[in-house]
C-alpha cells in the first residue's frame, strides 16, 4: 500500500472512529425522554396512615412509610405487610420518625425526631439491633439524619438556633443550617461538614415574630448512593455534589432554563387570610410579604437521586398546580420528564417506576406506585412550562388497560 493508499485508509478509519464515537455518546441536543405516571398501587387505606414524609423502597418494591410512631412496611401491590415499632420510648418504640432509609442489605434505618434517637433493625427478626442517641450534647436537636458509608456514619441536618432571616442591605436572606458527620454511635466524627443556607420565613414586626413563608426558598438535600449529598438552593437550577465528608465533587449547572411562575394579586391574597389571624393580623402578614419582595414562586419544589445517579427536580407548580419533574445526568443534561398532580411530592424512583406521597379526596395521605410509560414529546413538551390542566388525569386514563 503507497502512502497516498495509507492516508486515506487512516483517514477512513478516523472518520469512521469518530461516527462511533458520536453514535455511543448522547446527542447533547437530544430531547428528553417523556413519560406518563400511570399509578399501579397505593398503599391500602385501612392502614390509617397520618403522614407520608419518610418513605423508602427496597430491592423488591416493599414500601416503608415511617407514620410516626410506627414504621408500616407494603407490598408492592399496597397491602400492608407489618408494622415495625409502636408508640413510646423504649427500645423499637417511636415519638416522632423523621426518616427512614433501607441499606443494600435491607436492614431498616429509622431516625426519631421525637426522641433524638436512630434505631436500626435487621431484615427478617424487625427486632432493634441497636439504638444510638442523636445530637444530645448539640444545643439544637438535629431536624434531618441520614446514614451513610454503608451505615458506618451518619449525616445530621441542624437548623438554625433562631431561625430569623431578616433581609440585609444587599438583600440576601437567611443564615445557615449546619451539617455534621457522626459516628455510627451518634458521637461526633466531623463538624461543619456543610453549611446549607436555610429556610427563608416571614419576618413580623408587630408583634415581633417569625412564621412560614409559602413563597420562601430553602436547601434540599438527598443523599446518592453511599458516600455523596447533592444539595439544591430552591430559587436556581444549580446541583453542587459533595462528599459526606464536605469535599465539593463537583456543580451541576444545566443549560436548560426553565420558565418561571410569577405570583398573582390573588395568591398573595389567599396567602394573607390562610396566615392572618391571632396574634399576627392581616395587616401585618400583607407588611411582612410586601418586605419580602418575592416576584414568583420557588423554581424547585424538592429533588430526588435515583438509581441511575439522575437528578430529579421538581419545576414549577405553585398550590394546586401540577408540577413537571425533571432528571438531569450527571453532566447536567436534561435526559427524562413527568408529570405529577397537585401536591404530589416524589419521594423514590427506581428505573421506571417512582414512587410519590399523596392526600385523598378523604384528606388521607397516602404512597402511589407509578409506572413511568414513556409518552408522544407533544403531550409534555409543546406546553412548555406546566402541563396543561387535566393532562396527568388524561394521560394515565388512556394509558390504563381498560382504556
Not at 149 to 158: D, I, P
Request: proline share 8%.
Amino acid at each position: 500500500m503507497n502512502g497516498q493508499h495509507r492516508w486515506a485508509a487512516a483517514a477512513l478509519c478516523a472518520a469512521a472512529a469518530a461516527a462511533g464515537c458520536r453514535r455511543s455518546a448522547p446527542p447533547g441536543g437530544e430531547a428528553p425522554v417523556a413519560y406518563t405516571a400511570v399509578e399501579r398501587a397505593r398503599t391500602d387505606s385501612s392502614a390509617n396512615l397520618t403522614w407520608c414524609q419518610a418513605v423508602d423502597v427496597d430491592r423488591r418494591g416493599n414500601v416503608y412509610v415511617g407514620d410516626q410512631w410506627a414504621v408500616k412496611i407494603f407490598a408492592p401491590d399496597g397491602t400492608l405487610l407489618r408494622t415495625v415499632g409502636r408508640r413510646g420510648n423504649g427500645p423499637g418504640e417511636f415519638d416522632a420518625i423523621g426518616s427512614v432509609a433501607l441499606t443494600p442489605g435491607d436492614s431498616l434505618f429509622v431516625f426519631d425526631l421525637g426522641l433524638l434517637r436512630a434505631t436500626v433493625f435487621e431484615p427478617g427478626t424487625w427486632r432493634a439491633a441497636y439504638t444510638v442517641q442523636v445530637g444530645r450534647e448539640q444545643l439544637l436537636p438535629p431536624a434531618r439524619v441520614a446514614r451513610v458509608r454503608g451505615g458506618r456514619a451518619l449525616l445530621a441536618v441542624f437548623e438554625n438556633a433562631y431561625n430569623f432571616n431578616v433581609p440585609n442591605p444587599e438583600g440576601v436572606r437567611g443564615g445557615s443550617d449546619l451539617v455534621r458527620l457522626l459516628n455510627a454511635d451518634g458521637s461526633l466524627l466531623r463538624d461543619s461538614v456543610l453549611l446549607l443556607r436555610e429556610r427563608e420565613n416571614l419576618v413580623y414586626r408587630d408583634p415581633v415574630a417569625v412564621g412560614p413563608n409559602p413563597f420562601g426558598r430553602e436547601t434540599y438535600l438527598a443523599v446518592a448512593g453511599r458516600d455523596r449529598v447533592v444539595t439544591a438552593w430552591s430559587d436556581s437550577l444549580k446541583f453542587d455534589v459533595h462528599a459526606v465528608d464536605g469535599r465539593r465533587l463537583k456543580t451541576i449547572r444545566p443549560s436548560w432554563a426553565p420558565p418561571r411562575r410569577p405570583i398573582t394579586a390573588a395568591e398573595r391574597d389567599s396567602v394573607v387570610a390562610a396566615l392572618a389571624g391571632h396574634p399576627i393580623p392581616a395587616p401585618s402578614v400583607r407588611r411582612a410579604l410586601q418586605r419580602y419582595r418575592a416576584a414568583t414562586w420557588p423554581l424547585l419544589r424538592g429533588i430526588v437521586v435515583d438509581d441511575r445517579d439522575r437528578i430529579w427536580a421538581g419545576i414549577g407548580g405553585g398550590p394546586g398546580q401540577p408540577v413537571r419533574w425533571t432528571a438531569f445526568d450527571q453532566r447536567g443534561a436534561r435526559v427524562a420528564l413527568v408529570d405529577l398532580p397537585a401536591n404530589t411530592p416524589l419521594r423514590a424512583v427506581r428505573g421506571t417506576t417512582a414512587w410519590a406521597a399523596v392526600i385523598d379526596e378523604d384528606e388521607a395521605p397516602a404512597v402511589v406506585t407509578y409506572d413511568l410509560r414513556p409518552t408522544r414529546p407533544s403531550v409534555t413538551e409543546r406546553s412548555g412550562g406546566q402541563p396543561p390542566p387535566g393532562t396527568v388525569r388524561r394521560a394515565a386514563r388512556a394509558a390504563r388497560p381498560d382504556g
